[in-house]
């Protein structure tokens, strides 16, 4: 579907541009914002405009906010890192509000590429190691500056009193039809209460996290295939370290996305976990507290439940969260993922061995 800017000339004039000046292409693949890559046609210029979803960012203007306050801590004591702040308007503003709508307009990075799957462990290295340097480098900024753009997105306490209160409600014929995933959430819940254990933990802090590590929002260079930087900062707020690593584990260890309703294709790849781990301790391995190291193969458990739970939630509640195509597609999602989490707890011996040899040449390194 053909995407069009309501109000273009309006949009383009809080940032000094002109429709006849500028060409206006859709950009990338993404399904919560809409994007268009601005050329400019008198120069060699490129930028990416952007409206954010206030449907998903009910506050736009706390990520405007999130961003503009690491951005400013980046650009004082790492002013190399290149991060993707917005361009403010001709009035000063982080983003422009037309009739409503929200956008913000950011650098286009030049020669870069982003991938919507991963062929190669070399780009789960990479992004690891990028999304892990953000972490690094923010470890010494106050979060307590920051708000939720998204209350709860990661909190696993909150998704299952969703699920149980779904689960309390749902029709007899829904409940019915996922039986056996209600059971599997049940069963795991032990993973919400494991994590309790730790979550006020002195050495389980609360950092400056990205939340959403799908391969999409890593910018490759196109020739050398070396990551170059993070993007989608609409999720920048404060977390555990444990969601971007376990959000990195759930997106990038099967071969196959959440959406394949074959259970049988849902396999982890070793290789890809031994690289994700191996790229984020390179920049976090000095970060990490000792009880934060011992959570790393966790993380990925966390973020995987989580997610089943969710997909679970929204099938009892009549799927009127997530887009579906057809009716149990929230049913074939929570089905994928609990088969990704049993994956994990069938190869547990071999991914904590990995972890241990990771930590340990860390350590050689450092």
Known sequence: MKMEIQNKEAVLNEYGLKPDTVILKPFGTGHINSTFLVSIKSASQQFILQSININVFKKPDIIAQNVKLVGDYLAEHYPDYLFISSIPTLSGQEMALVDGVYWRLTQFVANSISFDTLSDPNQAYEAA???????????????SQLKETIPGFHDLGLRYEQFSDALASAPENLKKNAGREIDQALHYRFILDYFNSFKDSAEFPDRAMHHDTKISNMLFDKDSMKGICVI????????KFISDLGDMMRTYLCAFSENEPDTSKITIRIEYFEAIVKGYLHEMGSMLSPVEKELILFSGKYLIYMQAIRFLSDYLNGSIYYPISYPEQNLDRTKNQFKLLSELFDNEKILVDIVNKCLNEHDLDA
């Open 129 to 143: 190691m990028q999304f892990g340097r953000l972490n690094k480098l923010l470890s010494d900024f106050d979060v």
């Open 232 to 239: 989608d900062l609409d999720t920048l707020m404060a977390g």
